[in-house]
């Protein structure tokens, strides 16, 4: 059996190795285009700061050990341009001799990966307008760094766009971040994205959002970019950070099917619509696990698996013993300047935009208990279906802790629990580690009661003006002293632990909306007050999830201190 | 209704605030026998050693608080002796005044907690020798080492024997640990625990294992303590923690329904064989979810849970709303001088106890993606049915990151998932965080490899005096340099790297043992020669793993450097 992997990054280099040890009979032919296999390509932006210190940490793994240890026939620098289907052979180019010759295959497995997009505006093809994708590219803005480079631009707040001002940040260039969306990391929801713009501006971060690059041009020294709002800015170098889109030429070229975003359609064995060519990593489209619906997400853990995948289908069929893909739930993280945010699953706006029913729930607990030292807060976002309380997405932004939630929660979604089994799951607890009640099991507590109908929920995002209508009364339940540090528009404060005693004083015939710091307390008032015969919804995740949709809003400086 | 709570910790102070927000109408009376309600117990060792350097910290809430806030009818300082069910009232004794009396019930939750064993030893009531339960305990402790105590035994290595080592050790204190089994944190596998071993003796604490306290007499200065083994160690200060029993007196004399671990005997709703009685906490045996079996498992998050759980089944009955306790896994955790050992489910000693059949991988990989600064390694083990795949327990020590692991498997256990799944889990990944092959998705590729059949595996526990047998070899593929760094007796080596060249060195009619330094090289030297028609197994987790079932042995010093 000969097998042809195109590609040997994430995908094709775990395609290659787990074929090598699934067969040691087969020959295995790897085309890499680049000079490198198996780098390190989420590290790249950390090199740029310096955290990375040598570049050879980088290459995770080299062709020579490769060929050592897996016997691969790994080729660098050659080029695959087309397949021949019929012929079950491929057009190489050999880029170190030129030399162009066709190679057979009984499978084949493309792992081509993604390419940056560049947005078509005059200048966008200047050297001095760089992408980051490759060992070549990190050389390209390392010349230029090292060259006296001081003002950076970043196009595109993703996550690579926003390791990359981080580090240019760290290099000690002049930063600026410019996003077409009004939010940064378009994963998440608006406002628990909106602490990362913080973030960054604290750290002298330079942040247009809703604006885009419109022309890049000459300058006296660099270039000088002009953005949509009218604002020009100046840089040395300009890195286009605004996505990728699937390497799919080659399969469609070959007449395999492509999806409607450009991505190769393949199986849940990786299988295309040619049964000798699979294929793997950030040139396939994926089925989200929550909503079952295709896309493109580009993530360097599922394209691991899916080489393992197609090496398995390879050798072993249709076998049971061969693993299949289960599709994609993105998992994803990044680090900001210590910040860090995290999700998995969908979040509330994709399931707005795909008409799925859902709910959401704010807490905002400490990431270990508060009475050991060191505790630091997080915000966490749990949506999940408001009749079943099956979870769908999870987010949250914080410090240490964040990862470790969103896991436990990436794997609540893989099992397809609901909100009252994350009420009931059974966590490690050390005072530095967590909490009795884990900010997983607090997430859970307050959905579950929501499913359960124990507690009506009314959201932030709807009082962003005040009541929303005249019929609602805000009631802020938190301390006089809170209270007085600011507070929603036209509410009324009586503290909760006074409550009971002051009932005369809140009307009958309107509907209170109750709120306090986190969401705890206007749960306790709620319930009092619901048992009390009075209409009454609590406003979940409190006071500081108002500030996160006040900021997301861009309302930040009309109500808040 | 009138609901009457036995203790205000944990998970009486938890029953008492959830029954509230579900009944506002509801009497609700809580006695606690001590000054204090709901305190930290689990940060009680940190004050010791002055992470926590406020007493108060401790105090997660109080008296007036819980009258204030949820209109709790809080008794501190009055105990319960008795119960008259037919009666439905308790009789109590209110120390600060010395006065009995009744107080009625319609609903009794019975949330005492559990008692430290006392071992009957001479001496062990000297006043000398205390526990560490209460905060009343935590200020006997503290007026020793303030009156200049300069020398601590702990007896008992579990988690707050530990924890006490450590504290006494940052006070400043000589420190020993002495535990009567040949390890210590005995919920995990030997082989798990031995790191802590080495961190606590690094870290200057005496350690005897397999040795017992048998007299405590008195010293010209403290006391000493006289041990099995024959040695004399002298202190001013012994601590045990031996252990705890549940504090199910005041059940039995009522005569409820108590187990064969001297716990109250509760349904899924936390109802007692008296059905208007309900006992939550380290007062109740549990059913372990792994193993089906009942027992007394004292963790604070499972007593949180029950407490929420008892006063829905008072208010809500059978009610599908109605939460219902799932049982215990036993996830748990504890740091020691930095190191980090967690557990969840079943151990393999547990396992083997209880006849049933499983299986066990090691994987050591790093917490993080190796090449971004600052990965700390952990070792990772594994358990699991070696038919179906099911997930029964993991264990992990080693640093950051250790927590998460553990909390992912705990999921995933609760889920009733298998090693397939595990393999298939999409985790975050960004360099900082974690790696796009997970430590846990590691561990189910090996597992799953070996429930698939694609690798046999042996036990490093099997060779500790070489191979098993005369037909086997222990053939070690790693570098020549590893192996001159230290080796398996008499194993013979042959890198993997020069494996197929070098086949006929080896003999087709013996059995290969092959072993690496963490499993993975191992593995694909397994499956070369399994294809190439050897008689091969591996030594999964490799040289890393002798080195700890080695430690476990007490022969460390023998074969290893």
Redesign the interface.
Known sequence: MKLVIVGGV?GGASAATRAR?????AEIVLFERGPDVSF?N??LP?FIGG???QRS??L?TSPA?LR????LDVRTRCTVEAIDRRAKTVRVTDLNSGRRFDESYDALVLAPGATPLRPSIPGADRPEVLTLRSLDDLDRIMARVEAGAKRAIVVGAG?IGL?LAENFMKRGLETTVVEHQPQVLPRLDPEMAAPIVDELRAKRVAVFLSDSAMAIRNATAGVTVDLASGTSLNADLVILGVGVRPESGLAAAAGLEIGPFGGVCVSDQMQTSDPSIWAVGDAIEVRD?VSGAMGHVP???????QGRIAADSIVRGASP?A?R??G????????VFGR?A?S?GASAKQLARQGIRHRSVYVHPANH?T???GAQPMTLKLTFDPDSGRVLGAQAIGGAGV??R???I???I??G?TV??L????????????S???PV?MAGFVA?GLV?G?HPQADMADMLDGPPDDRSILLDVRTAEEFEMGHLPTAVNIP??EL?DRLDELPRDRRLLVYCQVGM?G??AT??LL??GFDVANLGGGYKTYLLVQAAAGRRDRESP
């Open positions: 994430a040890r699934l067969c040691e009979d390190a989420c590290g950390y955290e990375i210190a940490k980088l995770v050990l050592d240890r897996f016997r996550f390791e696990v993530l360097a853990g599922p394209a691991n698996r013993l693993a893909f289960r994609v739930q993105g998992s994803s993280i990044v680090g860090v995290a998995t208990a009475y050991y030292p990862d470790k969103i896991d436990i990436a794997v609540a893989q099992a629990m009252f089994d009420e009931q799951l059974e966590l490690c607890y050390a005072p530095q580690f967590g009795a009640k884990d099991n579950a359960r124990d909760v632990d009971r307390r749960y306790i319930r009092i048992q009390k």
